[in-house]
């Protein structure tokens, strides 16, 4: 189990994230939700250890990460928002270069790498560099990156952006799948739709803060509102929507 408890990052004067205290369990897939800013890829980047957090401690199956650092990021998998890869390289020695710095055994991955990149249609581009490569084809190098080691965490942040429909499909499926074996999945995104689909348990940050922390179905009935979708605008935008897309239209339609 993902465990973060009171965790704050402050950046000189900013509070970034505020007080957040969330549980991730296996079998079940957590999404991580809130508008820009809210301080949603700052927790992504502590509990991946990429950022040290203000205050606050984050546990992974009972033991603070920061005890044993390297032995829980080689049970992490992760996917971050923006797809930084070395253009350089192709799609297959990058992933062959994730295998080497893992340690992983060389035989071994090397048929993962090559059953991953068939079953993400990109064995027929593995030689091209990644330059070449499309955002969702980039898209597909890093979540296969992030599975080369079988994690028992995995980590997504924006994991949709850029595929096609069907990859999505498949994504969405995959993620379900691995949940059901026992990894423990939180997933950040801005597609309320997928995340309502995928996710048993969302949590709702805004401003820094936890607004929303229970399952999807609980959160509809109390709040008397029938999608995702409502439940975030309720709690986590502070626009009038409406109001401001007759603002737009009659802006430009003028």
Same mark, same amino acid.
């Given at each position: ?128 560099? @990644?330059? /070449?490569?499309?955002?969702?084809? #980039?898209?597909?190098? +890093?979540? $296969?990156?992030?599975? =080369? ?60 803060? @936890?607004? /929303?922390?229970?399952?999807?179905? #609980?959160?509809?009935? +109390?709040? $008397?509102?029938?999608? =995702? ?26």
């Amino acid at each position: 189990m993902l465990e973060l408890r009171h965790i704050s990052k402050r950046f000189k004067s900013i509070c970034a994230v505020d007080d957040v205290s969330l549980s991730a369990r296996p079998g079940e897939i957590t999404g991580y939700l809130g508008p820009n800013g809210s301080g949603k890829s700052t927790t992504m980047k502590m509990i991946t250890g990429l950022l040290q957090p203000t205050s606050g401690h984050i546990f992974f199956n009972g033991q603070p990460i920061e005890t044993d650092l390297m032995g829980y990021k080689q049970r992490m998998g992760y996917v971050p928002e923006e797809p930084h890869l070395y253009s350089h390289l192709s799609g297959l020695e990058y992933l062959v270069m994730i295998g080497q710095l893992r340690n992983l055994p060389e035989r071994a991955t090397a048929e993962r790498i090559d059953g991953l990149l068939r079953l993400l249609s990109l064995h027929g581009d593995r030689h091209a560099p @990644i330059s /070449a490569y499309s955002k969702g084809m #980039r898209q597909k190098v +890093l979540l $296969s990156a992030a599975l =080369l080691h079988n994690p028992d965490l995995l980590l997504l942040d924006e994991p949709f952006s850029g595929l096609d429909v069907g990859t999505g499909l498949i994504l969405r499926s995959l993620i379900q799948e691995l949940a059901a074996r026992g990894k423990v999945v939180l997933f950040s995104s801005h597609e309320l739709e997928t995340v309502e689909r995928v996710c048993s348990h969302v949590v709702i940050l805004h401003r820094g803060r @936890i607004v /929303a922390d229970d399952t999807i179905e #609980r959160l509809r009935t +109390l709040m $008397s509102v029938p999608t =995702l979708e409502g439940i975030f605008q309720q709690l986590a935008v502070e626009q009038d929507t409406g109001a401001i897309s007759c603002d737009i239209a009659d802006l430009v339609g003028a």
